[in-house]
């Protein structure tokens, strides 16, 4: 089945520092990605999305690009902020009506000033 | 505003208790999903209505029931919790398929003492 795998961290960095957050995914098909950000006490937000292959997305400084040949969604961003310290979840969609995205376990960002 | 509100943001109840979750959403969609976020754990799905029908059951213990009486809003009906489904709920909506993404709501956080 779909799934995906991310690395669960926690993430520590200082402020401006480089920032790699890696995903890989199993799917049939070709499945639509995401990266979500959850801040603490919030719900989860869509930071940034593709939908096929080669693609990137990309939003508030943050980029990933969707690689088919290494099934990869890496997040990544060159400089980071305090403000950025969050949750940060890799998801799948298989574009079937009626199904649901299928999340990673989540990789926790903490940037200290 | 996310364009999905959840209400209560907070509630506190005991085991003998019934109380319901609320979702609203007015952004048009025809999906909606019920997720559980527990501590260290991963985001946990629930249920799936599609065109108001549910479509997907996690296997979900019968102490949960979701109801979802139109296409804007989505219930989740708690009685005889146990302390372990304290936890943050968190509703999502969406369009067609989830290859669109969701839009989620801020999420209710319950204590079940």
């Known amino acids: 089945g779909n799934s995906v795998t991310q690395m669960e961290g926690p993430v520590t960095l200082s402020e401006e520092a480089f920032l790699t957050i890696n995903c890989t995914y199993t799917?049939?098909?070709?499945?639509?990605l995401f990266w979500y950000v959850q801040y603490p006490g919030e719900g989860l937000q869509l930071l940034l999305k593709?939908?096929?292959?080669?693609d990137k997305g990309s939003n508030k400084g943050f980029e990933a690009t969707y690689r088919k040949e290494t099934t990869s969604f890496h997040l990544e961003k060159g400089s980071v902020q305090v403000s950025d310290s969050a949750v940060y979840f890799c998801?799948?969609?298989?574009?079937?009506?009626?199904?649901?995205?299928?999340f990673g376990k989540g990789t926790t960002l903490s940037v200290s000033s | 505003e996310t364009g999905v509100t959840q209400t209560p943001r907070h509630l506190v109840m005991g085991m003998t208790n019934k109380k319901s979750l609320k979702c609203e959403q007015h952004?048009?969609?025809?999906?909606m999903y019920w997720y559980k976020q527990s501590a260290k754990k991963p985001l946990e799905l629930m249920f799936v209505?599609?065109?108001?029908?549910?479509?997907e059951n996690n296997s979900v213990p019968s102490r949960f029931s979701p109801e979802c009486p139109n296409s804007s809003h989505l219930f989740l009906h708690l009685h005889t919790l146990q302390p372990e489904d304290s936890a943050l709920y968190l509703c999502?909506?969406?369009?067609?398929?989830?290859?669109?993404?969701?839009?989620f709501g801020s999420g209710t956080r319950l204590t079940v003492v």
């Open positions: 593709a939908t096929k292959a080669d």
């Open positions: 799917a049939t098909g070709y499945p639509s």
């Open positions: 998801a799948l969609s298989d574009g079937e009506a009626g199904t649901a995205l299928i």
């Open positions: 209505y599609s065109l108001e029908e549910r479509v």
């Open positions: 999502a909506s969406s369009q067609g398929g989830s290859s669109y993404g969701y839009t």
């Open positions: 952004l048009g969609h025809n999906a």
